[in-house]
């Protein structure tokens, strides 16, 4: 059985990621593949847990550290118990932030050195790193206005990352730059300021571009950056 692919988005709050898997999931579905969604941190029973503690913000006295310790044991449970199952079954997984959140947040916001970082990703990511990346990349005003109007609707309160001021966010972007600057050949920057319906082009051609047999492919449009 064919391995299945591996798919996250990144970026900071109020890119629109959890809007965009699930418009991805509709395309792969109507291409007849068969794909499950997820999250981070969550996406396994135990690591919901740790979500609830994690976006309380909660463990954010403990420092960084703590915190990355934290979204690892998470990671940890989330890989075991769903993404990799899925994957040796033959079903794509998607997953709405994964190990470069931990590198953004927690290595350039919370000055993690990078070889601690990398330590963690090696015990606990090991082998299964993403097949493509999809970093929806906006201004940060932006993105927090666009999250300010989602909690207002819903009716919900902030969480312990929007709550950080616009310099925070503003680190943030850079540092999911850097990411996609560092490993062109996995991660693929999406200008997430327009529209969802031209978003969802973008990333749907990303993905068709990058994981299609290499006879199939097809040329890349307007709106998407990233190296081959």
Known sequence: MTRGRFITFEGGEGAGKSTQVQRLMARLDAAGIRAMATREP?????????????????????????????FSAARSDHLEHTIRPALARGIWVVCDRFADSTRAYQGALGNLEPAVIRAMERIVVGSTYPDLTLILDLPPELGLARAEARRNAR????????AEDVGFHRVLRKAFLDIAEAEPERCVVIDASAAPEIVEERVWEAVKTRLAPATTRIKGKDGVRGGH
């Open 42 to 70: 969550g996406g396994s029973p135990r690591a919901e847990e740790f979500r609830k503690v994690l976006l309380s913000g909660a463990a954010k006295e403990l420092g960084p550290m703590a915190e990355a310790l934290l």
């Open 155 to 162: 009716n919900e309160g902030t969480d312990r990352f929007e």
